[in-house]
């Protein structure tokens, strides 16, 4: 279970390396109006990306994660978490606009959004034991 949740955690991470220097996740106050973009190459989602990944329904620990997307799809990740840490990599998969993440222990699909100048990389993940997890990844500064 811990597997799944960390290779749900690493297909968050990879899609957030894309967004752009400097950019933050929306709050709701921020920025109401993120529109999706889809996602055209890996190009389009390739860098350092951050942030927060949350179990739903929510849990009381959040993990941070970090990922590294190439431009070819391959992808590496970080989650800390109070126990230590959990990494992994693999290749990302390009369909219809948007990127997935499978593995062993799971699937994690990352989607692209755009508020003004701002982007972000929205994780949504499920482990082959039905456990959720989203993510809202930012470029690492």
């Known amino acids: 279970m811990r597997g799944l949740a960390c290779a749900v955690r690493l297909s968050v991470m990879l899609v957030a390396l894309s967004w ?3 950019c933050a996740a929306p709050g709701p106050s ?3 109006a993120w529109e999706p973009v889809p996602i055209q190459e890996f190009g389009n989602v ?7 990944m949350t179990r739903l329904p929510r849990a009381t620990e959040d993990d ?3 990922v590294m997307i190439h431009p070819d ?6 989650s800390y978490r109070t126990i230590g840490v959990f990494t992994g990599k ?3 998969e390009l369909t219809d606009g948007t990127v997935k993440a499978t593995s062993e222990r799971g699937v994690a699909t990352l989607g692209l959004y755009q508020a003004d100048d701002r982007r972000l990389l929205r994780v949504v993940g499920v482990t082959k ?4 997890y989203e993510a ?4 690492a500064r």
């Open 129 to 132: 034991d039905g456990l959720k």
């Open 90 to 92: 693999g290749t990302l």
């Open 64 to 66: 941070w994660v970090r």
């Open 46 to 52: 390739a860098g350092k990306l951050e942030g927060l």
């Open 136 to 139: 809202d990844l930012a470029p």
């Open 20 to 22: 752009l220097a400097g």
């Open 73 to 78: 799809g391959a992808y590496e990740f970080a």
């Open 30 to 32: 921020a920025h109401p």
